[in-house]
């Protein structure tokens, strides 16, 4: 009888678990250079030092935004001493200024528009009553304090829509984006103070960066789904500037019935409201006002924008020329960006006069066909052949899982 052989003993572990050796890695992992090259493309990249330097850069860019500014307001004070044919400082401010008193007085649309001291452009208000209703809170400051209360106000509302246009133009980090837009802007403006409607968008008192910043809120509303938001800033724009009703068109296409709702209750509430103040008996100078006593001037000096630069410069262009535009951006059957944009260009054309300042609001329309169809091609492009660099998953290199190219 023999004795069985001596195994040797286990290995004391004193309460931990043993090590059990990984397998070694097969296929194309087997070799070193194969997976030192695919844990290098996996990995992700340290980028913790740049978005905290975009951070400080956006924290930069405002505080030189707001340093800018009142170098701003003394170079507009001091283009308007160089050329003081322009009168610009506080042009449209004026008529608003008016209309609101005259809103107030309940005389709008009633009696000729009037600014005591000041010639106005307009001898009626020709915007529905809403645009007249945004300035009362700054009537107790009188004419020419808020209207520099305005500029201000405006110039947020510009960062705020920047901001918005960004975000719905797919772009990470908008408020850094808007905040670096102005500063850029801004901090050359002692060249482009030398033209000298620059400063006139600046200095004029127009509400056009307001509606820049309905619109664009209304299209990151739209995009994200949040109808009852978007409805309520779509009716805040058509009541303020109407040619924003062009967008009703994509709603109707895309059946946003929840934000044609919501648009179409608010534009006919506060309109009942300002006719019961009013009195009713102003609807049809109201309506004139708003839609026919607005006809095309033409302003060779004046910089335009799109249809109005064609009246301009080709004496062939019908005065229905920028409707016809504006009908045939409408029709095009888009959803989307691409269709959002294609609304903003068509509610803008149904302009009869496209100034200069309606500027921020054309760029976006434009932003947004462009990055749609940017989009729309990625997305026709065939799929990407399989690399090495897609195969597996860093959970399972170097643990003997087989890797394939398919």
């Known amino acids: 009888m023999t004795r069985p052989e001596a195994r040797d003993p286990a290995p004391a572990t004193h309460g931990v678990a043993p090590t059990v050796p990984e397998p070694l890695p097969v296929g194309p992992m087997a070799n070193p250079e194969v997976r030192r090259v695919l844990l290098r493309l996996r990995t992700p990249p340290r980028t913790g030092w740049l978005l905290r330097g975009g951070g400080y850069l956006g924290l930069v860019a405002i505080a030189t935004f707001l340093w800018i500014w009142c170098a701003v ?3 507009t004070v001091l283009a308007l001493l160089t050329h003081p044919p322009l009168l610009i400082w506080l042009y449209d401010w004026n008529v608003y200024h008016a209309a609101a008193g005259q809103l107030v007085d309940r005389t709008l649309y009633r009696v000729p528009l009037v600014e005591p001291g000041f010639s106005l452009p307009l001898p009626v208000f020709n915007y529905p009553p809403l645009a007249a209703v945004w300035v009362l809170p700054l009537l107790p400051l009188g004419r020419e304090a808020g209207g520099i209360a305005f500029e201000f106000l405006s110039l947020g509302c510009l960062a705020a829509g920047l901001m918005f246009a960004v975000r719905a133009l797919g772009l ?9 837009i102005l500063a850029l802007w801004l901090a050359t403006f002692p060249y482009l103070a030398t033209f000298p409607y620059v400063v006139a968008e600046i200095g004029l008192g127009n509400n056009n960066e307001l509606m820049f910043l309905l619109v664009s809120g209304f299209t990151v509303a739209h995009l994200a789904g949040h109808q009852r938001v978007a409805g309520l800033l779509l009716g805040l724009a058509i009541a303020t500037k109407v040619w924003p009703v062009a967008l009703v068109i994509l709603l109707l296409r895309e059946k946003r019935w929840s934000e044609l709702r919501w648009a179409a209750g608010f534009v006919a509430i506060q309109g009942v409201l300002i006719l019961a103040w009013l009195g009713p008996d102003v609807l049809p100078n109201l309506i004139h006002a708003v839609f026919f006593a607005n006809g095309p001037r033409n302003y060779p000096d004046v910089p335009a924008l799109w249809t109005t630069t064609a009246r301009n410069n080709w004496s062939w262009w019908p005065s229905w020329g920028t409707y016809a535009v504006a009908v045939l951006f409408a029709a ?15 509610g803008l ?3 009869a006069n496209l100034w200069f300042h309606y500027d921020w609001a054309f760029y976006l329309g434009w932003a947004l066909v462009v990055v749609g169809l940017g989009r729309q091609v990625r997305s026709l492009r065939p799929p990407a052949r399989p690399s090495w660099s897609s195969v597996g998953s860093t959970s399972t290199i170097g643990r003997g899982a087989r890797y394939s190219a398919g």
Do not use: D, F, K
Not at 172 to 180: E, H, M
Not at 332 to 346: D, F, K, Y
């Open 349 to 351: 054309s149904l302009n």
């Open 73 to 75: 307001q003394v170079a």
């Open 172 to 180: 990470r980090y908008p408020w850094a984006w808007a905040a670096g």
């Open 332 to 346: 095009i059957p888009a959803r989307g960006r691409i269709g959002l944009g294609l609304a903003i260009i068509a």
